[in-house]
């Protein structure tokens, strides 16, 4: 399975961006997408899941309630990060990941097998 994310940029606070990852081989409805993301000088931060055809729910770290939306088309192999509202402190590069996490620990990076190349996105006035 091969990842490409797109969608990065430069935005004021307050401002929008909507991330795409599209995938390409496997069987993209089976596999829980996830995003997470990586500040300067921190370690990689689970942002969100979309959970596969079994399971199509969705989880959120608590800093992106309310603000950003995970979502997916299996029809197009595309999963996306609708960001809104966005904060400096959101500044950093996003990950799309795609894999069988365990449910009790789906925000932890290493449950994921596949891994998208990051797009920078930037929050600053």
């Known amino acids: 399975v091969q990842l490409q994310a797109s969608g990065g940029g430069l935005v004021q606070p307050g401002g929008s961006l909507k991330l795409s990852c599209a995938a390409s081989?496997?069987?993209?409805?089976?596999?829980?997408m996830a995003w997470f993301r990586q500040a300067p000088g921190k370690e990689r931060e689970f942002v969100a899941i979309?959970?596969?055809?079994?399971?199509?729910?969705?989880n959120y770290v608590d800093s992106v309630k309310g603000r950003f939306t995970v979502s997916r088309d299996n029809d197009k192999n595309t999963a996306y990060l609708q960001m809104n509202s966005l904060k400096p402190e959101d500044t950093a590069v996003y990950y799309c990941?795609?894999?069988?996490?365990?449910?009790?620990?789906?925000?932890?990076?290493?449950?994921?097998?596949?891994w998208g190349q990051g797009t920078l996105v930037t929050v600053s006035s």
């Open positions: 990941a795609a894999g069988y996490p365990i449910m009790s620990s789906y925000n932890a990076w290493n449950g994921y097998r596949y």
């Open positions: 081989g496997g069987t993209f409805s089976s596999y829980a």
């Open positions: 979309s959970w596969g055809r079994n399971r199509g729910s969705t």
